[in-house]
C-alpha cells in the first residue's frame, strides 16, 4: 500500500514537472544558429536636364535671352529692316547652354508670328513662306555664301543620320564635363527671290525662337546606352502663344498644357510624329475645326488627347487609322461635339485600342461618329461615360467590343450603334455586372443584324 502511495506521487511529481516545462516553453521559441548581412544603397540621384538660351548685352557680357526680343542687324548706313526678294539679315548670335548633368540634344525652332498688312489688318498670307532660315556656327561678321550654310531642318537632322534616333537634334556635354556644353550660333533669313507681289507691304511679328531639349543616348545605364534612343521634345504651354509656337513646329513634340492655361486649338490640322501622346492637358482646352494625332505607331500609348483638366472638343478629327492609341483617353472632365474619332484596327502593326477611353472623370459625347475595326469603341476603365447621340459603328472580325466596362460605368441616352462581324458580343463587364455598369435610356443597337438590348 505505501509502495503503491510512493509509485502515484512519483507519477504526478513527473507530470508536474512536464506541465512546469510546457509552460515555461509558452511564448518561447525554438532557437537554430542564425546570421545575416546587409548593405545600404547608394543614393537615388536623379539628373537634371536644363537648357539655357543667352545672348550678348550692350556691355558684351552673355545673358539670358529667354524673354528677351531679338533685332535683325542693319546694315552700316541703314535705317530700317525693309524685306524684299533676295534680302539677307541676320539676328545677333545666340548661345545654346547646357546647365544640367545630363548629356542632352537639342534643336531650335522658328515659330510663326502674325502676318499684318499695310492697315495692320491680319493677312491670309505669312511671309514666314518665302523666308529660309539658315543657321551658322559662331559670330558673323561677313555674310557667307548661303550654298554653303545649312537651313535649321538640316542642320538639326545630321543627328538622325549619325545615330539613328528618329527625333534628331544637336548633342551637348553636362555642364562641368570635358565635352562640349555650350554651341553659339547665328541664325539669317533670306528671302526668296521668287516672292510674289502679294508679300509686298507685309509685317511679321511676334516671331519666336525657341529651343527644345531632350535627352541624348550618351549615358549607360546597367546594360546599354539605347534606353533614351526615342526620348521626344516636349512642349510647355503656359498661354495661348505657347501653343501656337508649339502646333507650328515640325510635329516631333509632345505638347503639354499646363493647369492655369486657358487655350484653344483652331482651325488646325496638327499631325505628331511623337512617341506617346500628342496633346496632353492639364487646363482648360477647348478644339474647334481642327485634326490632331500621331503619326508614330511604333508602340502603344499615341493618343491623340489626353485630357487631366476640363476639354471641349468641336467639329474636329481625333486619332488616325494608323495611330497605336486612343483618340481621346479622359482623366477630367470631356465633352466631344459633332467630331470624327478613330484608333487603328485591332492588332494592326500589334495595335489595339479603344476610341473613346475614360479613365476617370466623365465624357460626354453629343453627336459623334466612328466606323472602323479597332479593339471597341467606348471604354469605361473608371469614371463615367455619357452618350446623347451620334453614330457608331464596329465591324472588324478582331474587334472586341462596343461597351466595355471595367471600374467605370456608361449611359447610353441615345445614338445609332452597329457592330459586326464576330460574336464576341455588343458589351462587356469584367466582373460580369453588365446591367450595373451599362445603363441604357434611349438609342438603337444592333448586334450581328439583328436587334441588342440588356438582358
Not at 549615358?219 to 521626344?232: L, Q, R
Request: charged share 15%.
Amino acid at each position: 500500500m505505501k509502495k503503491s502511495k510512493a509509485t502515484k506521487r512519483t507519477l504526478l511529481l513527473s507530470v508536474l514537472a512536464m506541465l512546469l516545462c510546457m509552460v515555461m516553453l509558452v511564448g518561447t521559441t525554438f532557437a537554430w544558429f542564425t546570421d545575416s548581412a546587409s548593405t545600404a544603397v547608394n543614393t537615388i540621384q536623379a539628373g537634371t536636364l536644363d537648357i539655357a538660351l543667352e545672348m550678348k548685352d550692350a556691355s558684351g557680357n552673355w545673358v539670358t535671352a529667354e524673354g528677351q526680343t531679338l533685332s535683325f542687324k542693319k546694315a552700316e548706313g541703314s535705317e530700317e529692316i525693309l524685306w524684299e526678294p533676295g534680302a539677307t539679315y541676320a539676328l545677333p548670335a545666340i548661345k545654346i547652354v547646357n546647365k544640367g548633368n545630363l548629356w542632352l540634344k537639342y534643336k531650335v525652332e522658328i515659330a510663326e508670328g502674325i502676318t499684318k498688312n499695310a492697315s495692320n489688318g491680319e493677312s491670309n498670307v505669312s511671309l514666314l513662306n518665302v523666308i529660309d532660315f539658315y543657321v551658322i556656327e559662331g559670330e558673323v561678321e561677313e555674310m557667307p555664301a548661303l550654298g554653303d550654310a545649312k537651313t535649321l531642318a538640316e542642320y538639326f537632322a545630321q543627328s538622325e543620320a549619325t545615330d539613328g534616333n528618329p527625333h534628331p537634334g544637336t548633342p551637348l556635354a553636362p555642364s562641368g564635363s570635358d565635352g562640349s556644353s555650350s554651341k553659339l550660333l547665328t541664325i539669317v533669313g533670306h528671302m526668296q527671290e521668287d516672292a510674289g507681289n502679294e508679300y509686298q507691304g507685309l509685317k511679321l511679328d511676334s516671331v519666336a525662337i525657341t529651343v527644345l531639349a531632350t535627352q541624348h543616348t550618351e549615358e549607360y545605364d546597367s546594360f546599354n546606352n539605347t534606353y533614351d534612343a526615342n526620348a521626344v521634345y516636349s512642349v510647355s504651354v503656359k498661354n495661348q502663344d505657347d501653343l501656337d509656337n508649339a502646333l507650328n513646329s515640325d510635329g516631333a513634340v509632345k505638347i503639354t498644357i499646363e493647369k492655369d492655361a486657358e487655350v484653344a486649338i483652331n482651325n488646325v490640322d496638327f499631325v505628331g510624329k511623337n512617341a506617346g501622346t500628342t496633346v496632353a492637358n492639364y487646363g482648360t482646352l477647348t478644339v474647334s475645326g481642327s485634326t490632331v494625332y500621331s503619326t508614330d505607331a511604333e508602340a502603344q500609348g499615341r493618343h491623340a488627347i489626353t485630357n487631366y483638366g476640363t476639354l471641349t472638343v468641336e467639329n474636329s478629327t481625333l486619332g488616325s487609322p494608323q495611330s497605336r492609341g486612343n483618340a481621346i483617353r479622359n482623366f477630367g472632365t470631356a465633352t466631344i461635339k459633332n467630331s470624327t474619332l478613330t484608333c487603328c484596327d485591332n492588332y494592326l502593326n500589334g495595335g489595339f485600342a479603344y476610341v473613346f477611353a475614360n479613365s476617370a472623370g466623365t465624357m460626354t459625347i453629343d453627336d459623334c461618329n466612328y466606323t472602323g475595326k479597332a479593339n471597341g469603341v467606348f471604354a469605361a476603365d473608371g469614371g463615367n461615360i455619357i452618350i446623347n447621340s451620334g453614330t457608331y459603328k464596329l465591324t472588324g472580325d478582331k474587334s472586341f467590343y462596343m461597351f466595355y466596362m471595367a471600374e467605370g460605368t456608361i449611359t447610353v441616352n441615345g445614338g445609332t450603334f452597329e457592330k459586326s462581324g464576330n460574336t464576341y458580343g455588343m458589351a462587356y463587364a469584367t466582373d460580369g455586372s453588365i446591367n450595373d455598369q451599362l445603363t441604357i435610356n434611349g438609342g438603337t443597337f444592333t448586334y450581328n443584324g439583328a436587334e441588342w438590348g440588356l438582358s
